[in-house]
C-alpha cells in the first residue's frame, strides 16, 4: 500500500505534480469565492432584494462575454503546447492574437448597456427586480474589457505552469474587490453609500487592477525568450489557427452559460424568495466548485504541455490523478452540505434581519441536498472536459454543448409554465443535468481520441516528435528508480 501511494503522489503528472499546479489555481479562485461569499454576506445585510438581483444580472453578462472568453482564453492551451515542444518563441505572438480578438469584442459587448432593463422585463422579472438587476449589469459590464484582456495575460503565465503568478495578481485583486464591497455597499469612509451599484463599481475596478497587474509583471525582461513585444502584430495564420480551436470552446462556453442563465432566469419568475435561496445556494456550492476548476485548469496544462512533447501517458495520468483528488474533496463537502448545513448559513444569517433570512433558510438547506448529489458529477465534468480541451477537442465539446446546454432551461419553463412546477422540479431538472455531463466527458476521454489532437502547428508537432521518445526514456528511468526507491 505504501508502495502504491509513494508512486501515485511522485510519479511524473502524479499527485504531487498536479497539485503543485493546481493549489496555486485554488487559492486564486477561493479567493474570488471569498470575495463573491463576502459580497452576497453584505447585500443580504443591505438588502435582500439586491442579492436576489446580482446573480440573474451577473450572469447575463457572463453570458454575453462568454463566447468571447471562451475563444481568447484558449490561449492558455496553445501557450501549453508550444512550451512542452521547447517553442517558447512562438508564445509572445499567440497572446497578441489573444489581445486582438479581445479588443474586436468590446464594441458589441458595450451596446448592451442600454439594453439592460429591458432584457430583464422581457423574460418577465418584476419591474423592481429588472431595474435592480439593470443597474448592476450596467456598471458590471463596465469590466468586459479587464476580463477579456486579463484572461488572455493569465494565459501566458498558467500555460507555462507559472500558477503562483496568477493565485497573487488574483489574490490581490480580491482583497481590493473585498475592501471596496464594504465601503461602497455601506458609504463608508467617504464613499457614497452604492448598495448593489456599489457592489458592482468594486468588482469593475478589481478587474482592471489584475489587467494592470499582468502587463508589469510581463515587462520583466525575463521573459524575452517569448517574444512578448511580438504581441503587437496581427499574425494571420496564427489567429485563424486560435480561431478555429478556439471559436468551439467559446461557444460552449456561451451555450452553458446561456442555459444555465436562462434557467436562473426562470426560477426568478418563481419570485424573489425562490431567486434569493438558489441564489445562496449557488453561491455556497462555489466552495464545491472552485478547487475542482482549479484543477480542471491544471489539468488542461498540464495534457497541453505533455501532448506538446508528444508524452500522452503522462498527460492521461494528470486527468486521473486530478479526478481523484477532486472525487475525494467533493465526497467531504457533499456529507457536510447534507448533515451541518447550517455551518455554510451562519455567515449570512449573522448581519440579516432575522425574519428575511429564517424565511429562507429551509429552502436553501433543501438545495444545499441537490447540490451535494451532483457536485461529484460536477468535477468530473471539470476534470475530462478540462483534459479534452488541453488537446484540442473542443469540436466534442461544442457538439455536447449545443445538445445539452439548452435542457434545463427548456425543461424547466415546461415544467413551470405547462404543468406548474416549482422550485424542487427545476433543481431536479438541474440535478440529472449536470450528472449526465460529467459522464459524457469521461465517456470521451476513456474513449482516447484526444491522445492524438494538437492545436500547434504541424511543423512544431514533428520536431517535437524526438522530444517524446527522449521524454518517454526519461519516464521509464524516472519510473524505475522511483521503484528501486520505494523498494
Known amino acids: 500500500m505504501l508502495r502504491r501511494w509513494r508512486r501515485w503522489w511522485l510519479q511524473p503528472c502524479g499527485a504531487r505534480a498536479v497539485l503543485a499546479l493546481a493549489l496555486p489555481l485554488v487559492i486564486s479562485f477561493a479567493s474570488w469565492t471569498v470575495m463573491n461569499f463576502t459580497d452576497r454576506m453584505f447585500l443580504v445585510w443591505y438588502d435582500t432584494s439586491a442579492v436576489a438581483a446580482v446573480l440573474p444580472a451577473g450572469m447575463v453578462q457572463w453570458t454575453l462575454v462568454s463566447f468571447a472568453m471562451g475563444l481568447v482564453s484558449y490561449v492558455t492551451t496553445f501557450v501549453a503546447q508550444y512550451e512542452g ?49 439593470a443597474r448592476y449589469y450596467q456598471v458590471a459590464m463596465l469590466s468586459a474589457g479587464a476580463m477579456l484582456f486579463s484572461a488572455v495575460q493569465a494565459g501566458f503565465f498558467t500555460g507555462r505552469g507559472d500558477t503562483r503568478s496568477v493565485m497573487l495578481v488574483d489574490t490581490a485583486a480580491a482583497v481590493i474587490n473585498l475592501v471596496l464591497d464594504y465601503l461602497w455597499i455601506f458609504g463608508k469612509l467617504g464613499f457614497p453609500e452604492g448598495g448593489l451599484e456599489g457592489a458592482a463599481w468594486a468588482s469593475t475596478v478589481a478587474q482592471w487592477f489584475k489587467v494592470l497587474c499582468y502587463l508589469a509583471l510581463m515587462s520583466s525582461s525575463r521573459y524575452a525568450e517569448y ?52 441564489n445562496l445556494a449557488f453561491n455556497v456550492n462555489s466552495l464545491a466548485f472552485i478547487p475542482p476548476l482549479g484543477l480542471s485548469i491544471a489539468v488542461t496544462t498540464l495534457v497541453g504541455q505533455e501532448l506538446g512533447a508528444n508524452r500522452p501517458r503522462r498527460a492521461e495520468r494528470a486527468a486521473w490523478t486530478a479526478f481523484q483528488l477532486a472525487a475525494l474533496y467533493t465526497g467531504v463537502l457533499a456529507v457536510a452540505y447534507v448533515f451541518i448545513p447550517d455551518v455554510f448559513l451562519f455567515a449570512y444569517s449573522a448581519g440579516a434581519a432575522g425574519e428575511s433570512f429564517d424565511a429562507l433558510r429551509p429552502t436553501v438547506i433543501l438545495l444545499l441536498k441537490f447540490v451535494a448529489a451532483y457536485c461529484l458529477f460536477d468535477a468530473m465534468n471539470l476534470i475530462f472536459s478540462g483534459a479534452l480541451r488541453g488537446a484540442g477537442d473542443t469540436r466534442f465539446i461544442l457538439r455536447v454543448g449545443v445538445l445539452m446546454c ?43 481520441h484526444w491522445r492524438e489532437m494538437r492545436v500547434i502547428e504541424p511543423a512544431v508537432i514533428e520536431d517535437s516528435l524526438e522530444v517524446g521518445v527522449s521524454g518517454a526514456v526519461a519516464e521509464l528511468e524516472s519510473v524505475s528508480a522511483l521503484a528501486k526507491d520505494v523498494d
Not at 459587448?109 to 418577465?124: D, E, K, Y
Not at 427548456?410 to 460529467?438: H, K, M, P
Request: glycine share 12%; net charge positive.
Open 85 to 133: 515542444a521547447k517553442r517558447r518563441h512562438r508564445i509572445g505572438p499567440v497572446i497578441g492574437q489573444g489581445l486582438w480578438l479581445s479588443l474586436f469584442f468590446l464594441p458589441p459587448l458595450m451596446l448592451t448597456i442600454p439594453l439592460a432593463r429591458w432584457m430583464f422585463l422581457a423574460v418577465g422579472h418584476p419591474p423592481h427586480l429588472a431595474e435592480l438587476e
Open 227 to 278: 517574444r512578448l513585444a511580438d504581441a503587437r502584430r496581427l499574425e494571420w495564420p496564427l489567429l485563424r489557427r486560435l480561431w478555429y480551436f478556439g471559436a468551439p470552446n467559446g461557444w460552449q462556453w456561451f451555450l452553458e452559460g446561456a442555459g444555465f442563465t436562462g434557467f436562473l432566469l426562470l426560477v426568478g419568475r418563481l419570485g424573489e424568495e425562490a431567486t434569493a435561496a438558489s
Open 406 to 448: 439548452p435542457i434545463p432551461a427548456v425543461l424547466t419553463w415546461l415544467g413551470t409554465e405547462w404543468f406548474g412546477a416549482g422550485l424542487i422540479f427545476s433543481w431536479v431538472v438541474l440535478t440529472l443535468w449536470t450528472c449526465a455531463l460529467g459522464l459524457i466527458y469521461l465517456l470521451r476521454f476513456v474513449q482516447g
